[in-house]
């Protein structure tokens, strides 16, 4: 018991810290993926015939690929013309990536919005821009928080993939502390109930932003 | 002579693809006038309307708001239609905002009002309405009439020089298409230019200044509420009364 | 460009090699995963309270950590306690059990979607409960499931891609040897990229394919949601 509890120290000491990192690294991918995902879904379905194109075949593309390949081409990329760290690298691959997930989310809330809400905003003298702007996309947002929500874990679960780029994360600490102490269940079985605990978080926290923000149609 | 007209309509029509919806249709709307179009379902009604404000581009015939001519190509259609009000079927309702942020947000994000100044306006207009004290609901929270109302008061909010009505109470319930005639009819009293396309035979022959029967694209008959009711010129404007009547 | 090409040309041959243990490591975990996520699906409807918390349990448990974790858990960990996989299995088995997880939750649905009337009219003409799961509900479960069945498909011909990290000579495996054999990652990581696409492509096309032979008019099908 002793023994388990000490080998548990060990781990706990050196995982903590890649706590951090893989928070900050899930948080900053989210926003990029987000920024870039309601773009990709207004152009795509508002922007024309060229512009919805291009949209359309990012969002195709990029989902084709594993995260990892993107990973790692886009770090081998940013580092020819770039000097950014593995961590921005890996946290701007994560969220290119992410993007086309959340375009394909944000794509269908926006069509779950019904017609009549920019019918009504056009009727009261809105430009096709303000309308989307400040009511079509207010309420495909409030819709997506439950797709959101999924992508939120996915992007946190697919965060240990820029550990192959040498991002101290919590699976890199893990390995390293595997080897150190040659007791790789404790490291990664530690790493595990970490993930865990960060994804029934985030999922009850996100339920309960989608309660309070719910609109009855 | 000086024309004097909020809305002149010459010759207008409409086609989708092949079919063609409106075949020519011409009507000048007098400020102040409420003028109530009547007919059969599906004869091009609500087009009129969606064409009046843009909603939908006319394929041919020119229309006038006030002295402008709205149809002439490059007119900013979105400033045309901050003169034109619109209420619709099915109310649409800004779902995430409030029934007074409904009223807002046409003022402070297209007209560029200030938000106390566009709040205090909207209270108005709600007060209007009857709705003021629900003025912190959402859409969801309103009963079919009450979310009409508050539409009406969101078109009111924009200052437009005609209120254009597409079947208003059609979607109610019986029970609640009374409040929602009561307040058209006090817009009426208060002056505004009306363009009513509804079934209400009763807000017809009691409010409007002229009833307008529109089938199959055209408009077949126009008059006073008198002689549309008791005297129509037309069989088939007998035809319609008798089948509603 | 050019270069591009030629480089192309000669990898091509090994990188279509590992192609293939992916496809085979893609196609294997599936169907352990389907194996053993449709009976899990039905003890986490069909099972009693006790059976049903440990099925949620295991779900949580394969869906909530990521994938790499379970690899290095089933593939360093575990020989801790004399449980010791080839890295083949260790691939096949992690994949496999994550993906039942996955598709527990989609049968779940499916079963869930197909109304409780047909189980009702089921019994109502003396079928055990077993016999109508079998011939009512699973018939009309696994054409529901078919959207979020083929999605599953082509997000395990992508997640595979993590089984080189315990060196396992797939695609993404033999990509890395060539990338650092001729210092080319970017060209190398591109052409991978083009296999994928090429690949999810052609399954998608076929999934699509086989979802319209076997529509049946009036049996609506679920919303197909991301992995």
């Known amino acids: ?217 | 002579m000086p024309d004097e007209s909020i809305l002149r309509i010459e010759n207008l029509r409409k086609s989708f693809g092949q079919t063609e919806v409106i075949k020519g249709v011409s009507l000048t709307v007098q400020p102040k006038e409420v003028i109530v179009i009547v007919g059969p379902s599906g004869t091009g009604k609500s087009t009129l309307l969606q064409c009046i404000n843009l909603l939908t581009r006319p394929t041919g015939g020119r229309i006038w708001l006030e002295d402008q001519e709205i149809t002439a190509p490059g007119t900013d259609e979105d400033k045309v239609r901050r003169r034109i009000g619109m209420v619709f079927q099915e109310f649409n309702l800004f779902n995430h905002l409030t029934a007074l942020d409904n009223v807002t947000v046409g003022m402070t994000k297209v007209l560029g009002m200030k938000p106390d100044e566009a709040r205090r306006k909207s209270s108005f207009e709600l007060e209007r309405v009857g709705m003021s004290e629900h003025a912190g609901k959402y859409p969801g929270q309103l009963s079919g009439g009450q979310k009409q109302r508050v539409g009406i008061a969101r078109a009111l909010g924009m200052d437009p020089s005609i209120m254009l009505f597409d079947e208003p109470t059609s979607a109610l319930d019986p029970e609640l298409t009374g409040e929602v005639l009561a307040v058209m009819q006090k817009l009426a009293r208060e002056g505004m230019t009306m363009l009513v396309v509804s079934h209400e035979m009763g807000f017809a022959r009691e409010v409007s200044n002229r009833i307008v029967f529109m089938e199959g694209g055209f408009i077949v008959e126009e008059g006073s509420p008198r002689e549309f009711f008791n005297a129509p010129k037309s069989e088939r404007t007998r035809q319609f009364l008798s089948m509603i009547t | 460009m050019h270069d591009f090409f030629v480089f192309s040309r000669m990898v091509l041959p090994d990188l279509l090699q590992g192609t293939r243990i992916t496809l085979e490591i893609a196609v294997g975990a599936l169907l352990i995963g389907f194996v053993v996520g449709l009976p899990t699906a039905l003890l986490r409807i069909y099972g009693n309270p006790w059976l049903k918390r440990i099925v949620i349990g295991y779900i949580n448990l394969f869906r909530g950590t990521p994938l790499l974790v379970q690899l290095f858990i089933v593939y360093y960990g575990l020989p801790e306690f004399n449980v010791t996989f080839s890295r083949l299995t260790a691939a096949y088995l992690t994949l496999g059990l994550n993906s039942s997880a996955y598709q527990a939750e989609y049968f779940r649905g499916a079963i869930q979607s197909v109304g409780r009337g047909q189980m009702v009219a089921a019994r109502a003409i003396g079928m055990s409960r077993l016999k109508a799961i079998r011939h009512i509900i699973l018939p009309q479960a696994l054409r529901l499931v078919l959207p979020s069945w083929s999605n599953e498909m082509i997000a395990m011909i992508k997640y595979t891609a993590v089984v080189f990290l315990i060196a396992v000579p797939d695609l993404m495996g033999k990509a890395k040897i060539i990338s650092s054999r001729y210092f080319a990652p970017i060209s190398t990581y591109l052409i991978v990229a083009f296999i994928y696409m090429i690949i999810v492509g052609l399954v998608s096309l076929i999934l699509q394919y086989v979802g319209k032979k076997l529509e049946t008019p009036g049996l609506g099908s679920i919303e197909a949601t991301a992995r």
């Open chain 1, 1 to 217: 018991m002793e023994e388990l509890s000490r080998s548990l120290f060990t781990v706990l000491q050196y995982l903590v810290p890649g706590l951090g990192v893989t928070v900050s690294v899930t948080l900053i991918a989210l926003g990029i993926g987000f920024t870039i995902g309601t773009v990709m879904a207004v152009l795509r379905i508002y922007g024309g015939r060229i512009l919805g194109a291009v949209a359309a075949t990012y969002s195709i593309l990029v989902r084709a690929v594993p995260v990892v390949v993107i990973i790692f081409i886009l770090f081998f990329v940013i580092s020819a013309v770039v000097d950014l760290s593995p961590f921005l690298s890996g946290a701007f691959a994560l969220g290119f990536a992410s993007g086309a997930y959340q375009s394909e989310i944000f794509r269908g809330a926006i069509m779950s919005v019904p017609p009549g809400q920019m019918i009504a905003a056009r009727a009261i003298g809105m430009s096709r821009f303000k309308a989307i702007r400040c009511i079509v996309l207010p309420q495909a947002v409030r819709l997506a928080i439950p797709a959101w929500a999924n992508e939120f874990t996915l992007v946190l679960k697919d965060s240990t993939l820029v550990y192959v780029i040498g991002v101290p994360e919590i699976m890199r600490r893990a390995q390293w502390i595997s080897s150190r102490t040659l007791e790789p269940f404790m490291a990664f079985g530690t790493a595990a109930v970490f993930y865990l605990v960060f994804t029934m978080l985030a999922t009850r926290l996100l339920s309960i932003v989608e309660r309070r923000y719910r609109i009855i149609m």
